[in-house]
């Protein structure tokens, strides 16, 4: 077994491009996962239309350009300019401020103004809007101390928990743990006996004194042990590079991890027991890769998918693994209460595993 399983990694690190495949890509990806797939704003393009020259609309004005969120772009003088600038998108969202703002304001009367946003992506639309609300909830509380008005008698007071400042790389990095893990894992266990088919050693294999269940094994370790350690340090990095908060169990997180690895190496071994060519265990791969993404709740809610599709993705390892690391590294979930999590992926592990055997066995007789 150990004779096997040193021949595995040399032939995974003596070629140049499984190294690249191990090293490369995950690397690449954490970091621009990690910056780029965020739901924050920054920077949205704004454009001004003022028809008032009131102190009030220039106050508000300041602050819509003095926020971080927001970069003006262009300043409006007449109605049909509107379009110019939404219509192009060189603008998602435009202030219009009305004549009588600050006389209505002066005159301790409600005033409207009118935001107007470029819907065509309603989630960047719906971001941008509540940063405006931020802002304009702030000039309100502002104006109505400096007027000295009635404070309404009931207030909202908002308070995220486990995420405080509602920071989305908080969500979106812990994530990360389990897609690259999930992509290198697949790749080195669905190309392992597909790779000994094309390069011709496959035949070499029947004449150890290894039974079928042993050259498994020997095929399984490999990728069981560079998933664990690729996502050690993609925790790392979350936590030391990206400063996620990791305020969990590392035992509750690296049982998570062990059965997760396990599980998806059972299905790239499925995956590498039917493919003839390394062409076609990558495809296959990806053939699993990619709903797997989708349907595990990395980017989107479970909950909003159709009940059918909700039931297909009970089968996923991945699914089970987002709720554990997250769960774990956010909001200190305890081994205990993640059992409904753990025992799904050790069903998947051992099944996919048996079914590995049992068509590896096939293959060889």
Do not use: C
Not at 91 to 119: M, N, T, W, Y
Not at 159 to 184: C, D, E, K, M
Not at 217 to 233: C, H, N, Q, T
Not at 270 to 284: D, F, R, Y
């Amino acid at each position: 077994m150990l004779g096997l399983l040193k021949k595995e990694f040399l032939a995974l690190l003596r070629d140049k491009k499984s190294r690249f495949v191990l090293i490369g890509p995950p690397l690449i990806q954490l970091l621009v996962f990690g910056y780029a797939a965020t739901f924050d704003l920054n920077r949205v393009p704004i454009a001004i239309y003022n028809e008032d020259s009131g102190s009030a609309s220039r106050e508000l004005i300041a602050r819509f350009t003095g926020a971080k969120a927001f970069r003006e772009v262009g300043r409006i003088t007449r109605q049909s300019g509107i379009a110019e600038f939404i219509n192009p998108k060189k603008a998602l969202l435009v202030l219009h401020i009305g004549r009588e703002f600050s006389r209505d304001l002066s005159k301790r009367k409600p005033a409207s103004i009118q935001l107007i946003v470029d819907g065509r992506n309603s989630n960047t639309a719906l971001i941008a809007l509540n940063y405006a609300q931020t802002i304009l909830a702030g000039f309100n509380r502002t104006w109505t101390e400096q007027q000295r008005l009635a404070i309404p008698p009931a207030r909202l007071e908002i308070r995220a928990w486990f995420n405080p400042n509602l920071n989305s790389q908080w969500f979106i990095v812990p994530g990360i743990v389990g897609l690259l893990t999930l992509v290198v894992t697949m790749l080195v266990t669905a190309l392992s006996v597909a790779r000994e088919r094309e390069q011709g050693t496959f035949d070499q294999l029947l004449v150890t004194p290894f039974t079928p269940l042993e050259i498994l094994i020997g095929k399984a370790l490999p990728g069981v042990l560079i998933g664990l350690v690729e996502s050690s340090f993609i925790v790392l990095m979350a936590v030391y590079w990206f400063h996620v908060p990791f305020v969990g169990d590392v035992a509750a997180l690296y049982l998570g991890i062990v059965l997760f690895v396990v599980a998806t190496a059972g299905v790239g071994l499925m995956i590498s027991s039917l493919a003839t060519t390394q062409q076609q265990g990558l495809l296959g791969a990806f053939l699993f890769i990619v709903p797997s993404i989708i349907l595990s709740g990395f980017a989107t809610p479970i909950a909003n998918m159709p009940e059918t599709v909700q039931t297909l993705t009970l089968l996923i390892p991945l699914r089970y693994f987002l709720v554990i690391v997250r769960g774990v590294m956010l909001e200190s979930i305890p081994l205990s209460l993640l059992s409904d999590q753990y025992w799904p992926m050790a069903v998947i592990g051992f099944a996919t595993l048996g079914l590995a055997a049992w068509m590896f066995r096939r293959r060889l007789y």
